[in-house]
């Protein structure tokens, strides 16, 4: 996987020197603030029919030179991953990953290919090779033919933690609500040229995989590392590196990685994605700081309320991991934000994240936006065309500047993305619970 690498104004670092940059650490005077950073893996198909195309090579190599220390080849031939740079400020976020997305948009299309943040292909072909790498031909000797499609692609967040003690402790308290930002995440409701009834199809995909699960409960990091060690030994994981547990300490960095979801369609949505992981994970420090249990969730409920997050997206109803039950999926997400306003607000975000749920409650989820791109027309290349224009993010990108610079008049108002029904069943569900 693409590290989370240094990068200062365009210029590439090395990952060896990205380890050992003061760029991953919290300045003195700003005690308590996490860095974030942010993995983005991307579908690469043909312009006319959305077939995944073998070219990570080809874009690869027209990749501009300084941002090819935050580009790398992913699983498959038809995959490529981008890694930001850790940091304090949303804004340097979204500046780096708008920088790796038009970039790695202009390669693509420079070799004759598009570049679409999806989570699983949309119409069938020809399954694209493995990249020739020792790991991945060890993986598919061991585990056999799990990866028959395009390609699956997902996004990871890295949330700076004090030591490994306390990350597998903030392991604990994330697991309840990391159902709900699978929930937000979902964007790959198309498969093999049909709507597959799921917002995330590419979450039951992955889930072939024998180590994709909830994170286990964990009683300290010795626990943490014996239990890796015994996977290992079983087989069930070649390495550390394939503890592919929805949230887990990363192998190489000293962070938190949360790994639940489909890549987000729009920066936006990574943004929004970000901050809420990074608020979560500052959240569950200071639980851990002040000594507060968390809430032990039995493994079968958290499976459960992961599978209902990839099912219904927040189109529909949620799984409440602590009540148990279900709840319409927008009061579960106003839940979580409700928890870790503190969070964002300490750390500057909650202006942004505020009006990226606003953006999200009147356009929808991926998995949403791409159902009513295919309703105009019927034609899933409609869907495509749509997906490449949200994930180079130009558009994305002017939405968002016009809200944070008050651009909109007052009396103004947002039209809905056309054919987004969220907001409509939201409220139907909660008149149904009165």
């Known amino acids: 996987m693409a590290g989370i690498v240094a990068m ?6 090395s990952q060896e020197t990205a380890a050992r940059t003061p760029a991953a650490e919290v300045p003195a005077d700003q005690p308590g603030l996490r860095t974030v950073g942010v993995e983005e893996e991307f579908l690469l198909v043909d312009p006319d029919t959305g077939v995944a195309v073998p070219a990570v090579d080809r874009v690869l190599e027209r990749v501009p030179e300084e941002l090819r220390g935050q580009v790398q080849h992913e699983f498959q031939t038809s995959q490529i991953e981008i890694g930001s740079p ?4 949303l804004g340097g976020l979204r500046h780096s990953l708008g920088l790796l997305r038009v970039g790695l948009a202009d390669a693509a299309e420079a070799a004759g290919v598009r570049l679409v943040a999806v989570g699983a292909g949309l119409v069938d072909g020809p399954v694209p090779p493995v990249f020739d790498n020792p790991r991945f031909h060890r993986m598919v000797e061991q585990f056999g033919p799990l990866v028959d499609g395009p390609g699956n692609n997902g996004m990871h967040v890295h949330v700076g933690i004090p030591d490994p003690e306390t990350g597998v402790r903030v392991l604990n308290h994330l697991r309840p609500w990391l159902p709900i930002l699978h929930a937000v995440t979902t964007n790959s409701p198309f498969h093999a040229g049909r ?3 799921y917002a995330s199809w590419r979450s039951v995909l992955w889930e072939r995989w024998p180590s994709v699960a909830p994170t286990p409960w964990l009683e300290s990091y010795a626990h943490y590392q014996w239990l890796v060690d015994q996977l290992v030994s079983t087989g069930m994981l070649l390495d550390e590196g394939m503890v592919y547990w929805y949230a887990r300490l990363s192998a190489r960095y000293p962070t938190v990685e949360v790994r639940i979801g489909d890549v987000c369609p729009s920066l936006d949505d990574t943004i929004l994605v970000a901050a809420l992981v990074r608020s979560l994970v500052g959240h569950a420090i200071g639980e ?3 000594g ?3 809430v032990r969730i039995d493994h079968h409920l958290l499976t459960a309320a992961h599978w209902r997050a990839a099912h219904d997206g927040l189109d529909g109803l949620a799984v409440d991991p602590v009540r148990g039950g279900t709840t319409p999926a927008w009061e579960l997400l106003e839940k979580l934000v409700d928890r870790v306003r503190p969070e964002l607000d300490r750390h500057g975000d909650l202006p942004e994240v505020t009006a990226q749920l606003d953006r999200l409650r009147r356009d929808g989820t991926g998995a949403t936006r791409q159902r009513a791109a295919y309703a105009r027309r019927g034609e899933l290349s409609d869907v495509v ?5 949200q994930t180079r993010g130009d558009e994305a990108d002017r939405r968002s500047g016009d809200r944070r610079s008050g651009d909109r008049r007052s009396g103004d108002r947002a039209e809905p993305y056309p054919g987004n029904r969220a907001e409509q069943q ?3 569900l909660a008149e149904q619970r009165q």
Do not use: K, S, Y
């Open 8 to 13: 200062a104004q365009g210029a590439a670092v």
């Open 292 to 294: 507060r249990e968390p």
């Open 288 to 290: 851990v700081e002040r």
């Open 385 to 389: 065309a749509d997906l490449a224009r």
């Open 86 to 89: 850790p940091g304090l400020e």
């Open 426 to 428: 939201r409220r139907d």
């Open 195 to 197: 709507d597959t009834g």
